[in-house]
């Protein structure tokens, strides 16, 4: 069934053109992705087609049957209702049973005729189903107290309702629905986003979504359109298939863009020779030179963001915590923490939301004291935070103005000095756009000015409280690169598999209670041993030797000192019988640290080449090789942390 088209649309803002005279369209089941810069007019495409918005030019035809479910960035809800009252907004026969039933419930009348009209039409609707999946997206999503108001949430308890609202409503339509989802994963913990993907894979409903998750896009979309120089592209494949066609289809254009250059000096020279007054032939000839003028005069080159920054030089003392403990009532984050970072760690938080990630990230930075404890940070150490509050600005100014209140010139790496006009561009932010006031930003091109603002600071350690919300598949990419590269201190809260996994050595894994656990691993790892536990749980076997789970604390888990809890001073000691590893795993081990530094190396020297414009063939070739390296490297490092722990 064909389930709606999108027939050359523009759509323009004063100056400056979203996208022009694009067409493409959604079949039952499809699944697609839509990807593109921030500011190119993803979210008001979706808004385009959900009826939101409407387009300059051009149409969107949805077939009769469908019904259309949009999440959008910003959802807008009632904030003198309650989040159940919010939830069951939606006008569709089976809610209205459900809030007939519950207003019934509420009152003080004793109605047997009545009541039983009520469970008739529950039951003729079947709205008891529709009970059985509120409460299971409801679960997944973990939201309670659904009696309070809306005003009452925070920003991501409220996308996450936005999220439980489109996904039932899709529900109550069945399978002919198609669903417009802008950044579903913003605000969710991984087990959520792991929920959601898994969901949606499964479910018989068709989705057009924009994402930056990586991991989440390969594993439910197998369609990509990509919204690039006011143009649409259709790839029918995975992200590594959409990334691989497009570096060919660059390598096309720079080719016929350097032909139609050179047509372009030939007819620029007829046109300069002709005399004014010309045949039908010459009129013909002359509206194709101004065709072919606007081809070239066309920008085909997209500004990249390279980040090399002079970093202030970071001294022997990093930052010391010293059985730290931090409680809001009765919520523990810290207890007895004990941590000394040291030069060029990169640490990844990770836990359930509402553990108190944010909250650490405070302490380190000074926003938040201790209940007790010390935090002494090094007297060189200049920290480069990124928080999840956004922009911030006091009056609205124009973007180039803004920058200039820091700094005029950014400092690099070689010594040299650009401007801040310059330095804007690199960060994908035209000449036109440094001149569009902060209040005009989309909410991507805002974070992506918080992070450079943010490096104009020159920091020596970087605190990312979820740096990706909002941002572009391409500028992630180019920032993984750069902290892939960065030589200082890095510690992030991200719940975007695909960045912890290339960025951070080892993860903080904060499990309540004021637990943390030091995981020396990336994200992928860590999940894959937390299934392994489940699986053991399931399956439980005796193991000789385990030591069994006691009240370790924060400080003895991360630091191997004494637990200063006082419930555990009184427990008996356990202890295990030392394993030793064989030889034959020795030599195992042995190799595999010698072989890991090696494919690591590999690897990067791959990436490097893909920058490098290699002809396409050489490029699948690179593509395939790190593809099959990140398999080998999973596998390999997973056994070096068996031995490792065997040892």
Known sequence: MHYASVENISKSFGTRTLFQNISFHIEEGDKIALIARNGTGKSTLLNIIAGLDTSDTGTVWVHKDVKVVMLPQESEFSSTLSVWDNLLSMDHPVVKAVKAYELYLESDVHDDHKLGDLLGELDLLDAWQFEAQLKQILGRLSLEHLEIPMAQLSGGQKKRVALAQALLEAQLHGPQTLMLLDEPTNHLDVNMIEWLQEYLSAARVTVLLVTHDRYFLDNVCSEMIELDGSHAYVYNGDYDFFLTQKAARAENDAATGQKNKN???????????????????????????????????????????????????????????????????????????????????????????????????????????????????????????????????????????????????????????????????????????????????????????????????????????????????????????????????????????YFMDRVVDHLFVFEGEGQVRDFPGNYTQYRQKEKETEAQKKNPKEIKGEVPKSTITAGSLLTGEPSADPASANAAPVTAKAVKLSYKEKREFEQLEQEIPQLEKEKGDLEFKLNGGLPYEALQQCSNRILEIIALLGDKELRWLELSEKQ
């Open 263 to 497: 047509l372009f000096r030939k007819e620029l020279e007829w046109m300069r020779k002709q005399p004014k007054a010309r045949t039908t032939k010459s009129r013909s000839r002359e509206d194709t030179f101004y065709a072919l003028e606007e081809k070239v005069k066309q920008r085909t080159d997209t500004a990249e963001l390279t980040l090399q920054g002079k970093m202030t030089r970071l001294g022997g003392k990093i930052i010391e915590l010293k059985k730290v403990y931090k409680s809001f009532g009765e919520l523990v984050i810290l207890k007895a923490f004990d941590y000394t970072f040291k030069r060029g760690e990169r640490i990844g938080i990770v836990g359930k939301n509402g553990v108190g990630k944010s909250t650490f990230l405070r302490l380190l930075l000074g926003l938040e004291k201790p209940d007790s404890g010390k935090i002494n940070p090094g007297e060189t150490v200049v920290f480069g935070h990124f928080s999840q509050e956004g922009l911030q600005w006091k009056e609205d100014m124009r973007v180039i103005e803004y920058v200039k209140t820091m700094a005029e010139f950014f400092p690099l790496a070689d010594g040299t000095k650009i401007g801040a006009g310059k330095f804007l561009e690199m960060f994908g932010f035209t000449a036109e756009q440094q001149y569009t006031y902060l209040s005009k930003l989309s909410g991507g091109e805002k974070r992506r000015l918080q992070l450079l603002t943010l490096l104009f600071r020159n920091p020596n350690f970087l605190i990312l409280d979820e740096p990706t919300n909002d941002l572009d598949l391409q500028t992630l990419r180019i920032l993984e690169d750069f902290l892939v590269d960065f030589s200082g201190c890095l510690l992030i809260v991200s719940h975007d598999r």
